[in-house]
């Protein structure tokens, strides 16, 4: 069906490959924690849409793509080239769960004031369990760390 209607919101997906998709999203998440850390500075992407409510929902393969290209603000981070190397491994774990050629799969990365919203919710989520992604949007969005 997904192939069929040929569009870039619907996708088919490998679960079985959703533990690389995870890891790939934590080593890029602790990548971006040791650069804020470092720099005392938060950062932005370029050339990103959101979608969904707000600015609640990013294409995680855009996200990976925009720290692999650099189109962060990651200036002064020693580890740069390390969470351009991060993004390209995400980018790959996308692909290898990809059944289908299109679809999108999405990350939160909501505003301050959804995130303080949401935050309790997202907490008790199996990826905030799993990954570093919930401590990075605290840090970057709420100077919690």
């Not at 569009?7 to 079985?16: E, H, M, P, R, V």
């Not at 200036?75 to 059944?99: C, F, H, P, T, Y």
Request: net charge positive.
């Amino acid at each position: 069906m997904a192939d069929k209607l040929n569009s870039s919101l619907i996708g088919a997906w490998k679960t079985a490959n959703a533990s690389q998709l995870v890891f790939a999203v934590n080593q890029l998440a602790m990548q971006l924690l040791n650069a804020m850390e470092e720099t005392s500075k938060s950062f932005a992407l370029r050339n990103q849409a959101s979608f969904g409510k707000g600015t609640n929902y990013w294409d995680l393969y855009k996200v990976a793509e925009a720290f692999y290209r650099e189109y962060s603000e990651l200036n002064g981070a020693s580890n740069r080239a390390v969470i351009k190397q991060m993004g390209k491994e995400l980018m790959d774990a996308v692909e290898a769960a990809r059944v289908t050629r299109r679809g999108t799969i999405s990350i939160t990365w909501p505003e301050k004031a959804d995130y303080q919203k949401y935050r309790k919710f997202y907490k008790a989520l199996d990826m905030s369990r799993d990954s570093k992604w919930d401590e990075m949007l605290d840090q970057r969005q709420l100077g919690i760390k």
